[in-house]
């Protein structure tokens, strides 16, 4: 794993964690993402992130596992970040769902570990998935996020989470979590692009210290293939690649556009 700073940045802890990394989201075919992710650490990825939402945490574990003993790199090389499900909000089930990913990802400890959603839904105690009301309608929990985030801060504490954080939060709700928790927040997990900037989310989480970490960098081109049912009409096509500009750009600097939406991603615009 390279050491070069310039590929790294840190939280508020003094923790190291890689600029860019292995975004692992609708990866739910072994085989593929088996193939996928090994193209990845060859090409020198080592920053791979996870959810149990995914439903991949065990072949991440069982791909990095086989790096382990062939030697081709060790654990501390690897920065790992999986996410505490929705339904999991409750203290008692976070506990179960922590331990979970822990055994999936073969590893005593996690780099960074987020709360997934500021929403959360009631849990089949059977199934461990959310309940629905209604056909693709889940059945809320009201559980303050204060109650979840101190079980964060028991592993953070005990050594199990190098670093903690939440994902999809507003400024309201990242804000009045900052004011309760005794450990803050130390990384942001949001949606971030040119057609989503998030402004004030990013201004708030530079005041405080708090890292930003973007997904769907590149637009999410899969939104248009109706992943997600009765989604087409509410999430608006960004296709960033495709977009006037960075096409210019493209071509004026002989990158793809790709490259460019990283480019003026790390470059936090």
């Known amino acids: 794993m390279t050491t070069n700073e310039k590929f790294f940045t ?13 975004g692992t989201w609708l990866s739910d075919n072994p085989e593929t993402l088996e ?12 920053y791979i992130d996870t959810a149990y939402l995914y439903k991949n945490e065990h072949v991440i574990g069982e791909v990095l596992e086989e790096y382990y003993k062939a030697g081709k790199f060790k654990r501390e090389d690897i920065f790992l970040t999986t ?54 309608i ?42 309760k928790a005794e450990v803050k927040p130390q990384n942001l997990q949001v949606e971030l692009h040119i057609f989503s900037r998030r402004r004030a989310l990013v201004e708030f989480c530079e005041k405080h210290n708090i890292t930003v970490t973007s997904y769907a960098t590149l637009g999410s081109p899969a939104r ?4 997600i049912k009765n989604f087409d009409d509410k999430w608006p096509e960004a296709d960033c690649l495709n977009h006037p500009l960075v096409q210019e750009l493209s071509q004026k600097y002989k990158k793809t556009p790709a490259q460019v939406r990283t480019c003026i991603r790390l470059s936090n615009k």
């Open 83 to 136: 996410k505490l499900p929705l339904q999991g909000h409750v203290p008692e089930d976070a506990e179960y769902f922590i331990q979970y990913s822990l055994k999936a990802l073969k590893t005593d400890y996690i780099d960074l570990y987020l709360i997934h959603n500021a929403c959360c839904a009631k849990m089949d105690p059977n199934t461990k998935e959310p309940i629905e009301a209604e056909p693709e």
């Open 35 to 46: 193939k996928c992710l090994r193209v990845a650490l060859d090409a020198g990825y080592r």
């Open 224 to 227: 248009k293939t109706g992943f």
């Open 10 to 22: 840190k939280f508020s802890n003094g923790v190291k964690f890689p600029l860019i990394g292995y």
């Open 138 to 179: 889940l059945e809320p929990n009201n559980v303050p996020h204060i109650d979840t985030w101190r079980v964060l801060e028991k592993y953070y504490k005990q050594g199990t989470f190098r670093a903690i954080g939440v994902s999809n939060f507003t400024v309201p709700q990242l804000e009045d979590l900052y004011n």
